[in-house]
């Protein structure tokens, strides 16, 4: 077993059945990490190895700092949300991070001290954040959120047909065991017509990206644990306002309006959500949220089992009013009193930080901690003292929140304050609307699958049903088994399709051009055409790619597994054992930069809306030609990661090696690799006197749309072999 191979399969080892006491595999070698150990404490050495073994004895660490870690006992729930939860959390960042190898950390990590005492949610996030930020490991991954935690995922229930089919082997009464099939709409009914959406709001990908994006992208990191990174507050801003627009293009294929904002906070939260998942054997349960709750002042004291929180209702409302006074006087003042203006190039980014608030925030305690405590009031709104000893709803955990109506509901708040200082900025000028020199004649997308039978082949018609995907649940079910048990889900899939571009470069030279390629349906959900200040809303970003355009007629082509919002579906524990590492361990190579990152991203099968049954959903297709020279970031950025990367770094390499999905997440220690406003050109309102999309592009030669249709298949369409 190579070094690199070791720390993978040390990684993977941590990681299973982490609210178990850990088991190192027979193979598997964790040392006492010299660092933190006065050598005189070990045990016998094992052959050939110069320290001692971990087991026994099973010693106190000596890191004074644990203290604050264990603050969440183990067996909680955890919330990165919670400001004293996530204190806990960056702790044992810090410590893993300030391990001098990532063998020392990994160690470290196995120790009983930490691995057996440390909150299990805390341990996981902590160790995955460190994995991230330390450079010297960039090449290891960690296996998928949902084959850890289960338990977030998937409900009871299939923990007890677990435990079944364990012991139907275990019996022999089976040779081969039959997985789980995981009902795509387990929590709720279709009598309730919010639930239509429970596929798009339970889908391990969505779900899965959400965690790494708030992992990425943390709150609570001081500057000694992670530099803020390229554009946070803006990438704040731009992902949860895609993650709407793609939600309303769902819904409005589902036949329900456009999600409605949540302001009015003493109002009743009409929609409910019920989550059924359990953890710790069943033993700790997500509190579910009945129909008519309204928020309430949160005083949770100190227990023993729960940390405490405080905050009035009116304290989210006094930091709404102060974050509307920053928007419309144009700047924020920083608790040293120095004044920040908005700006059309800072100002995005300065007030995400405000809002989320990260510790970036212009001043705190001024501005406060709005969309945080949004979350904790919204989950803990059915004990808001904890006088029934109930635990936080699913709204608390950056894992869960999505399941839940009210976080799209709370998350359209949240846009709306963007969208105010959005429309202060003057709408963008004719000139950075329109590229010299360059047309874009014409988009199509084809459908690479042959036709169905019965079908014919049809340009510009995109085809959606379910698949069947397998996942793993033994390494993170809460009792041991050697027996490897399956479950099967049904998630949206799309046949792979291609766009074809046709483009005229009139000038004497090769142009490098960025194509912005976004979707956005055409009607509402009545079957009324949307105005152009209300699509723009729900224009979702597809891809954003450089191709180099010759004098004359071309034709640029891009595949729409390619995109630079995507990520494929993500490995199971078992294909990460078994892989061979696809990347040196030691720092250095561009490919370095493209490895453990690839949690974050959009999943892949939900890259377009579902539409609707034959003839299908009509939705514009829009594709814009700016120049690369003007908008790339600097040299760096232009080769082996950012959005030239995905034009150099195609079909299975990317698929082994899991590119950036740079457009939602970012590059790991590197500029955002556009220097437009994310969600260019749709960021902005456009000027009065347009009020459609036609008038929107009738100057520029460089942008051309198409309409095309969606259409849903309400069967499991195969498209990845299981
Ligand atoms: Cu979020």
């Not at 009464?173 to 709409?185: E, L, W, Y």
């Amino acid at each position: 077993m190579s070094d690199l191979q070791l720390r993978q399969r040390q990684i993977l080892n941590l990681f299973e059945r982490v609210a178990q006491p850990f088991s190192p595999k027979p193979d598997i070698v964790f040392e006492l990490p010299e660092f933190v150990f006065p050598s005189s404490v070990g045990a016998v050495p094992p052959t050939g190895s110069t320290r001692p073994s971990l087991s026994p004895p099973a010693d106190v660490l000596n890191i004074p700092e644990l203290e604050l870690v264990k603050t969440v006992p183990r067996g909680r729930l955890f919330s990165s949300f919670h400001p004293a939860h996530r204190e806990a959390a960056y702790a044992l960042v810090r410590i893993f991070k300030n391990a001098p190898t990532v063998a020392d950390m990994l160690n470290l990590a196995a120790h009983p001290d930490i691995r057996d005492q440390v909150n299990e949610h805390i341990f996981v996030f902590a160790l995955s954040a460190a994995l991230i930020q330390r450079q010297d490991s960039r090449s290891l991954r960690t296996p998928p959120i949902w084959e850890i935690f289960p338990g977030k995922f998937f409900e009871t229930r299939v923990r007890s047909e677990a435990q079944t089919t364990v012991q139907q082997q275990l019996n022999k009464q089976f040779s081969v065991t039959k997985p789980i099939i995981i009902d795509k709409n387990f929590a709720a009914t279709d009598r309730v017509v919010e639930n239509k959406l429970s596929y798009f709001r339970e889908d391990l990908g969505i779900n899965s990206h959400h965690w790494h994006w708030h992992l990425i992208f943390p709150v609570e990191a001081t500057a000694d644990i992670v530099n803020p990174p390229d554009r946070r507050g803006e990438l704040f801003y731009y992902m949860h306002q895609q993650i709407l627009a793609r939600y309303d293009a769902e819904r409005i294929a589902n036949g329900l309006a456009r999600v409605t904002s949540y302001h009015d906070w003493d109002q009743p939260i009409l929609e409910a959500y019920f989550p059924k998942l359990t953890t710790a054997n069943g033993a700790i349960h997500w509190a579910s949220r009945p129909s008519g709750l309204v928020l309430k002042d949160i005083n949770i004291p100190d227990e023993e089992v729960e940390l405490g929180i405080e905050f009035h209702i009116d304290d989210l409302q006094l930091w709404r009013t102060r974050i509307l006074h920053a928007i419309h006087k144009g700047s924020v003042v920083k608790g040293n009193g120095q004044v920040v203006h908005l700006d059309d190039k800072t100002g995005t980014n300065t007030l995400g930080e405000l809002i989320e608030a990260s510790q970036w925030s212009a001043d705190k305690l001024f501005y406060g901690d709005l969309h945080n405590f949004g979350h904790i009031a919204m989950c803990y709104i059915h004990d808001p003292d904890r006088s029934h000893s109930e635990n936080m709803g699913v709204m608390g955990d950056s894992v869960t929140a999505m399941r839940d109506p009210i976080f799209y509901r709370w998350h359209k708040f949240i846009d709306s304050l963007f969208q105010q200082f959005k429309a202060t900025l003057s709408p963008y000028s004719a000139q950075q609307l329109t590229l010299e020199g360059i047309t874009v004649n014409s988009v199509e997308v084809h459908r690479n699958q042959p036709p169905t039978p019965g079908s014919t082949r049809q340009k510009n018609l995109i085809i959606t049903g379910w698949q069947e995907s397998i996942v793993e649940l033994d390494r993170g079910l809460d009792f041991s088994s050697s027996t490897p048990v399956q479950a099967r889900v049904t998630h949206l899939q799309h046949e792979d399709f291609s766009y074809r571009i046709q483009v005229t470069n009139s000038t004497k030279t090769s142009q490098d051009i960025v194509f912005r390629i976004f979707l956005a349906p055409i009607k509402d959900h009545s079957g009324r055409p949307f105005s152009f200040r209300e699509q723009r809303l729900l224009m979702i970003e597809l891809d954003k790619f450089v191709a180099r355009v010759t004098p004359g007629a071309n034709l640029v082509k891009r595949k729409s597994d390619e995109s630079s919002v995507t990520i494929p579906f993500e490995r199971t524990f078992r294909d990460l054992e078994t892989a061979a590492p696809a990347v040196p361990l030691a720092p250095g190579g561009n490919n370095v930069k493209r490895t453990n990152f690839c949690g974050c991203g959009w999943p892949d099968h939900f890259l377009v809306p579902r539409g609707v049954p034959n003839p299908g959903m009509p939705f514009t297709l829009f594709v814009m030609a700016t120049s690369w020279k003007e908008d790339r970031v600097n040299d760096e950025t232009t080769t082996a990661t950012g959005t030239h990367s995905h034009c150099t770094h195609t079909g299975d390499d990317t698929k082994k090696l899991c590119r950036n999905a740079a457009s939602y997440c970012g590059i790991l220690d590197d500029k955002y690799p556009d220097k437009r406003p994310m969600g260019f050109p749709f960021d902005r309102p456009p000027d009065k006197s347009i009020t459609t999309l036609a008038k929107f592009v009738e100057k520029s030669p460089n942008i051309t749309t198409a309409e095309i249709r969606i259409q849903f298949e309400d069967r499991v369409i195969r498209r990845f072999p299981q």
